[in-house]
């Protein structure tokens, strides 16, 4: 008996396959076209683009990761220790695909870098806004840096402000004293917008929490923080790796030092006990 060649089926539309009137829903919702009109290169340098595109996806990397660390801080301020734990493992997944996007642009030659170099004039990393949320959210809290947005006044108001809110780590050593822990007056009482300064009690309450029972869950948290300080320190690394290997030592464009610049900010410790508690342990 021939075989019978099945005669075809008409399959049902994709809904998702159906036009929409105006933009699509995911259009409206992510605003991609918003995005891909972001990148205008100045140049006709073919290396220009990707580092727009990088130095813009790292900008949405910030925003995030002061989200998250807004986010753990306030639940930390309510004792709510498994929100704040959820917030920084979320934060460090996005700190690691933040110290991932230097990839595109790691290995620029000078020659490739000076192509269009020229393009950003004044324009400095040191400037992000973004940026300068998240140190402050770290404790690398700094007056001076607020002045470059002086004349964008909705700008410097937001820095101004998160410069007098408690950081992340005030939230971690109010917590900590809540919980019985014997953190310092004097750092709990000192003023939210200056710089944090290690302090051996600090420490000492550090190295409490790790000599203390295996179940406690503070090693948790500690080590999360510790995590987090380290992924801030290796995009800081990083950072100076690829202006080291683009410009080498020459001028920043913003006016500052460069690289030498970026050696003293990579050399400033994030949370800086949780390092030092761990020789007393």
Same mark, same amino acid.
């Given at each position: 008996?021939?075989?019978?060649?099945?005669?075809?089926?008409?399959?049902?539309?994709?809904?998702?396959?159906?036009?929409?009137?105006?933009?699509?829903?995911?259009?409206?919702?992510?605003?991609?076209?918003?995005?891909?009109?972001?990148?205008?290169?100045?140049?006709?340098?073919?290396?220009?683009?990707?580092?727009?595109?990088?130095?813009?996806?790292?900008?949405?990397?910030?925003?995030?990761?002061?989200?998250?660390?807004?986010?753990?801080?306030?639940?930390?301020?309510?004792?709510?220790?498994?929100?704040?734990?959820?917030?920084?493992?979320?934060?460090?997944?996005?700190?690691?695909?933040?110290?991932?996007?230097?990839?595109?642009?790691?290995?620029?030659?000078?020659?490739?870098?000076?192509?269009?170099?020229?393009?950003?004039?004044?324009?400095?990393?040191?400037?992000?806004?973004?940026?300068?949320?998240?140190?402050?959210?770290?404790?690398?809290?700094?007056?001076?840096?607020?002045?470059?947005?002086?004349?964008?006044?909705?700008?410097?108001?937001?820095?101004?402000?998160?410069?007098?809110?408690?950081?992340?780590?005030?939230?971690?050593?109010?917590?900590?004293?809540?919980? &019985?822990?014997?953190?310092?007056? #004097?750092? @709990? %009482? =000192?003023?939210? *917008?200056? $710089?944090?300064? /290690?302090?051996?009690?600090?420490?000492?309450?550090?190295?409490?929490?790790?000599?203390?029972?295996?179940?406690?869950?503070?090693?948790?948290?500690?080590?999360?923080?510790?995590?987090?300080?380290?992924?801030?320190?290796?995009?800081?690394?990083?950072?100076?790796?690829?202006?080291?290997?683009?410009?080498?030592?020459?001028?920043?464009? &913003?006016?500052?030092?460069?690289? #030498?610049? @970026? %050696? =003293?900010?990579? *050399?400033? $410790?994030?949370? /800086?006990?949780?390092?030092?508690?761990?020789?007393?342990?």
């Amino acid at each position: 008996m021939p075989h019978r060649i099945p005669e075809p089926t008409t399959l049902p539309e994709d809904d998702a396959l159906l036009p929409f009137e105006g933009p699509s829903p995911y259009e409206n919702y992510i605003h991609a076209s918003v995005l891909s009109s972001l990148q205008q290169p100045l140049t006709d340098a073919p290396e220009e683009m990707p580092f727009l595109v990088t130095t813009q996806v790292m900008e949405l990397w910030f925003t995030l990761l002061v989200h998250e660390g807004r986010t753990a801080r306030d639940a930390l301020r309510k004792d709510d220790y498994d929100a704040a734990m959820d917030a920084l493992r979320r934060s460090l997944r996005a700190h690691r695909a933040l110290n991932a996007s230097w990839a595109p642009i790691a290995e620029l030659t000078p020659r490739q870098f000076n192509s269009f170099r020229v393009a950003f004039g004044r324009a400095s990393g040191f400037q992000s806004v973004m940026y300068r949320h998240l140190e402050f959210l770290l404790g690398d809290k700094s007056e001076a840096m607020t002045r470059p947005h002086r004349g964008h006044s909705a700008v410097h108001a937001e820095l101004c402000d998160a410069l007098t809110q408690p950081s992340l780590y005030d939230a971690v050593l109010a917590y900590l004293h809540r919980q &019985g822990l014997p953190v310092p007056a #004097h750092v @709990l %009482e =000192r003023p939210p *917008a200056t $710089p944090y300064e /290690p302090d051996p009690g600090v420490e000492e309450t550090w190295r409490r929490i790790y000599a203390g029972p295996r179940r406690d869950p503070l090693p948790a948290l500690g080590e999360a923080l510790t995590d987090l300080a380290e992924l801030v320190q290796r995009w800081r690394t990083d950072h100076v790796l690829v202006v080291r290997r683009a410009m080498g030592a020459k001028t920043g464009s &913003g006016g500052s030092s460069g690289v #030498h610049w @970026l %050696e =003293r900010r990579a *050399a400033r $410790p994030v949370f /800086p006990e949780l390092w030092s508690a761990r020789s007393l342990v």
